[in-house]
């Protein structure tokens, strides 16, 4: 059964005997960071209450650079001012789903967990949103004022439609960088027109007829300048887009190297649907029957599904096929029940890697370009259950810290060996 992240985060408190210190840190968090008493949405009444580090922690979030800390009445007026319009600034590059969440909060409606970490990640420390709380209940408050600014900001046609471009921005961008590493702003720029040639009936992303388009150029050079500052997934060099696993610049030049003579796949709508997400299509037929085998054969399902999203890194990033899967595979002493079912795994994971697009091909596949595929590969006893017991694992994202305590991320340091 899936476990709830709260679920989760109860287990671990308990298995490490760490209850009084959270208990600890939660009283810290609730004195510091929340407002006690009856609820507000008088943005200056509730400045007036906060505990300075609450104040503290949105100026520091919202301030300007190189703009020192005023005392506190000052800042009390400093902050009535720049909460409301630090939410006008930044909502054209709020994503879908986080608006969604701010108006859910607005609305007074429950919110799913990922979504109320989102809002404390996101709004609380922007002071968009505060949190309230009477004995041992808490509750999430938008004041009036930002009420007002998310208002103006849905009604204002000059906002909707810059919103609209920077959501067409964000898409191609991810789905860009998903699927070639590292592309240039030109392909950006057809991605981006090719998706409004494709939705022309709805208008999106488009400014008014007659608009320059140097002037529209700029634009999104300014937006993806600014995307980029906020997103995780990728960053700008020059003309470049860069994903951001390609950490130095010696690792995107030599996938610039490789890839060069081969032409950008030019991805359908729906296929930029797909990897605006993700490095792969996960519904891949043969992909999904591979996941269900090693499931099996792990008997721990977060195991698995660690191992194929280090496969997935392997193959599109890496150029990598089968074989290096099957070495994963021993150093992690995985075993399969019998060898129909390991012969059946691994057929279905090299058509997947072989139907999987790759960076090195500029978002092609293997398949879609010819080349050589080997359906039957040769099993070695080696991952054939003879007494073997159900493996335990916990998954480690890529970009954590490694668990050997070397300080590197997981994906530069130990991924794939036995932990």
């Known amino acids: 059964m899936k476990k709830t992240i709260s679920e989760q985060a109860d287990y671990f408190i308990k298995e490490m005997g760490l209850e009084e210190e959270f208990e600890l840190m939660e009283h810290i968090y609730v004195e510091n ?10 943005l200056a009444v509730i400045l007036q209450r906060a505990h300075e580090s609450l104040l503290a922690l949105i100026w520091e979030t919202i301030r300007e650079e190189d703009t020192e800390s005023p005392g506190r009445e000052e800042l009390e007026k400093l902050l009535y001012e720049k909460i409301p319009a630090s939410l006008t600034d930044e909502f054209i590059y709020l994503r879908e789903e986080q608006i969604h969440v701010l108006l859910k909060v607005m609305a007074n409606q429950p919110l799913e967990e990922e979504e109320l970490l989102s809002a404390h990640e996101l709004f609380v420390k922007r002071g968009w949103v505060f949190m309230f709380t009477l004995g041992d209940q808490s509750v999430l408050i938008v004041t009036k004022e930002v009420r007002e600014a998310v208002q103006n900001c849905l009604e204002d046609e000059q906002t909707k439609m ?6 067409i921005m964000r898409r191609v961008a991810w789905a860009g960088v998903n699927l070639y590493g590292v ?28 608009y320059p388009d140097e002037a529209l150029k700029l634009m999104m050079d300014q937006g993806l300048e600014e995307l980029a500052e906020r997103e995780e997934i990728f960053r700008l060099e020059g003309d470049y887009i860069i994903h951001s696993d390609l950490e130095d ?42 996941l269900r085998l090693l499931k099996q054969a792990c008997g721990a399902w977060e195991l698995a599904g660690n191992l194929m999203y280090e496969f997935e890194y392997k193959v599109v990033e890496e150029d990598r096929g089968w074989r290096e899967m099957l070495d994963i595979l021993l150093r992690q002493e995985i ?11 691994f057929q279905n994971l090299s058509r997947w890697t072989h139907e999987a697009k790759r960076w090195c091909n500029r978002g092609y596949s293997n398949k879609e370009l010819e080349l050589e595929f080997k359906e039957r590969p040769i099993i070695p006893d080696s991952v054939i259950r003879q007494n073997s017991s159900n493996i335990k694992g916990k998954k480690i994202g890529r970009n954590d810290p490694c668990p050997c305590g070397s300080g590197k991320k997981y994906k530069k340091c130990c991924l794939g060996k036995v932990w």
């Open 162 to 167: 810059l919103l609209a471009m920077v959501v």
């Open 33 to 42: 960071f929340m407002i006690s008493g009856s609820e507000t949405d008088e």
């Open 183 to 210: 592309l240039e702003r030109r392909q950006y720029y057809q991605m981006y027109y090719k998706y409004l040639d494709k939705h022309e009936d709805d208008n999106a992303g488009r400014l008014p007829e007659g």
């Open 335 to 345: 075993v399969f029940k019998d060898k129909p079912a390991a012969e059946l795994f």
């Open 249 to 290: 610049k010696s690792d995107y030049m030599l996938l610039l190297r490789t890839a060069r003579g081969k032409e950008y796949y030019s991805p359908t709508p729906e296929e930029e649907e797909i990897y605006k997400n993700s490095l792969i299509d996960q519904q891949n037929r043969y992909y999904q029957k591979a």
